[in-house]
């Protein structure tokens, strides 16, 4: 219900960008897909300014591409991009463990091996979406409680992108169940206090997630080729 009201409160260029923000991460609007300005100022009972305003601002954040003569699209990850982000998130990410867990209470750490719980619960029954919110919850906590703004406001403008490569190029519930144990291994070195092992793991974390989204790109061009 607070969520709710506070995206009431939100002004309307603002709520037309965070709905079309989120259509994309969510994969609502799939990447390569054209951007219908008729449809989306129909679907959003919008005028055409704060559509516009909305796709000046996901462009600004490499969600959408405009190609002249053409029209505007969800931009379409490259193997480049992949690449780039997970190379700069693994050590920012790495020095998060390090500086957050002087800051986290025992009590915190419990809570989050009961998350971890609970989302291996939902995998094993086939329930991806959990996962998706508790991974990025794990991973913000981490920088949040790091008590370092400019670490925190670096990794907040690669959020949006970090969200969208694990949702758009998860194929199967394997890789989920792995990053979720890897999760667990990093919450239990941090609370026993084994702070290098806790910044091994999660750097081994995101290596494994980038190849696997790699492979998972590598894998959809191939069938893309062969349809």
């Known amino acids: 219900m607070q969520e709710k009201l506070l995206f009431d409160n939100l002004n309307l260029n603002e709520r037309v960008y965070m709905r079309l923000r989120d259509k994309i991460i969510n994969n609502e609007l799939k990447p390569g897909s054209r951007i219908e300005y008729e449809q989306l100022i129909a679907e959003l009972g919008v005028s055409r300014t704060p559509l516009r305003d909305a796709l000046n601002r996901l462009q600004l954040d490499r ?13 379409v990850p490259t193997p480049k991009d992949i690449q780039e982000i997970h190379d700069v998130r693994k050590p920012l990410e790495c020095l998060a463990v390090k500086l957050s867990a002087i800051h986290i209470t025992k009590k915190k750490y419990i809570e989050m091996l009961d998350e971890v719980d609970f989302v291996m619960d939902e995998l094993k029954k086939g329930k991806t979406d959990t996962f998706f919110q508790s991974d990025r919850n794990f991973h913000n ?17 690669l959020e949006l992108q970090i969200k969208w490569f694990g949702v758009i190029m998860t194929t199967n519930v394997d890789r989920p169940l792995n990053a979720n144990e890897m999760h667990r291994k990093i919450i239990k070195a941090m609370h026993d ?8 793991e999660m750097g081994k974390h995101i290596e494994e997630v980038k190849q696997d989204i790699l492979n998972d790109f590598s894998h959809n061009q191939q069938q893309c080729l062969e349809d």
């Open 63 to 75: 969600l959408i591409e405009v190609k002249s003569r053409s029209g505007t699209y969800v931009s």
């Open 141 to 157: 906590l981490l920088i949040q409680h790091s008590d370092n703004s400019r670490l925190i406001t670096i990794m907040e403008s």
């Open 193 to 200: 206090q084994r702070i290098d092992d806790a910044i091994k």
